[in-house]
Nanobody, 115 residues
Framework: QVQLVESGGGLVQAGGSLRLSCAASRTIFSINAMGWYRQAPGKQRELVARIISGGSTNYVDSVKGRFTISRDNAKNTVYLQMNNLKPEDTAVYFC?????????WGQGTQVTVSS
């Protein structure tokens, strides 16, 4: 099993930045892929960014050039650096891990961007 704990959400003005952190309960070397998803009110959860064990990353088009996913293997933590935030980025952000055929989720952290 993998426990995930997110932190770093909050309220920020448009154009501002936030960094989300996701601490995993096991070494992330052993985790196939980790990602950040978000869910806005009344909308489906969507993949924002993903990083696989080899280090490759991918992003949803709406955040390319603004968000960066990275990991610190020594801290078993994955980050999402979010720059130039927009009101449409407002959502609950969830950390996700794919491990041995199962998906694991954190509890989510709220990001609110005011215009």
């Amino acid at each position: 099993q993998v426990q995930l704990v997110e932190s770093g959400g909050g309220l920020v003005q448009a154009g501002g930045s936030l960094r989300l952190s996701c601490a995993a309960s096991r070494t992330i070397f052993s985790i196939n892929a980790m990602g950040w998803y978000r869910q806005a009110p009344g909308k489906q959860r969507e993949l924002v960014a993903r990083i696989i064990s080899g280090g490759s990353t991918n992003y949803v088009d709406s955040v390319k050039g603004r968000f960066t996913i990275s990991r610190d293997n020594a801290k078993n933590t994955v980050y999402l650096q979010m720059n130039n935030l927009k009101p449409e980025d407002t959502a609950v952000y969830f950390c996700q891990a794919s491990y041995r055929g199962f998906d694991y989720w954190g509890q989510g952290t709220q990001v609110t961007v005011s215009s």
